[in-house]
């Protein structure tokens, strides 16, 4: 059974620093292809950076040159170092992933949920101002 599980959320204050990961567990064959999505309450869960079918890396807009996205294949691990943390950037963030089966998708739909089949539980991100 895949399971995803998130770490190092936490409090910081406007222009600081974060850093989030997902372990996935549960793989038993290739490495899956995962990315990040955050919710604000009352609102839909939101793309925030995701691998590509080339293998790039894709962002949201909002989070262009403050957010890195990285893996380590070997440990099926996804981490999304937060820099110059913003406000707005407060939110439950989300490691979700494909099937080992599935490629990772087109640019165009990488921070679309709907791409995505397992998810985590979430890490909470509170951004003061």
């Known amino acids: 059974q895949v399971e995803l599980l998130e770490s190092g959320g936490g409090s910081v204050q406007a222009g600081g620093s974060l850093r989030v990961s997902c372990a996935a567990s549960?793989?038993?064959?290739?490495?899956?292809?995962m990315g990040w999505f955050r919710q604000v309450p009352g609102k839909e869960r939101e793309g925030v950076a995701g691998?590509?079918?080339?293998?790039?890396?894709w962002y949201a807009e909002s989070v262009k040159g403050r957010f890195t996205i990285s893996k380590d294949n070997a440990k099926n691990t996804l981490v999304l170092q937060m820099d110059a943390l913003k406000p707005e950037d407060t939110a439950m963030y989300y490691c979700?992933?494909?099937?080992?089966?599935?490629?990772?998708?087109?640019?165009?739909?990488?921070?679309?949920?709907?791409?995505?089949?397992?998810w985590g539980q979430g890490t909470q991100v509170t951004v003061s101002s």
């Open positions: 979700a992933a494909r099937k080992t089966t599935m490629d990772c998708p087109p640019f165009w739909a990488t921070l679309n949920a709907e791409w995505y089949y397992y």
């Open positions: 549960g793989y038993t064959s290739n490495s899956p292809c």
């Open positions: 691998y590509t079918e080339d293998g790039g890396t």
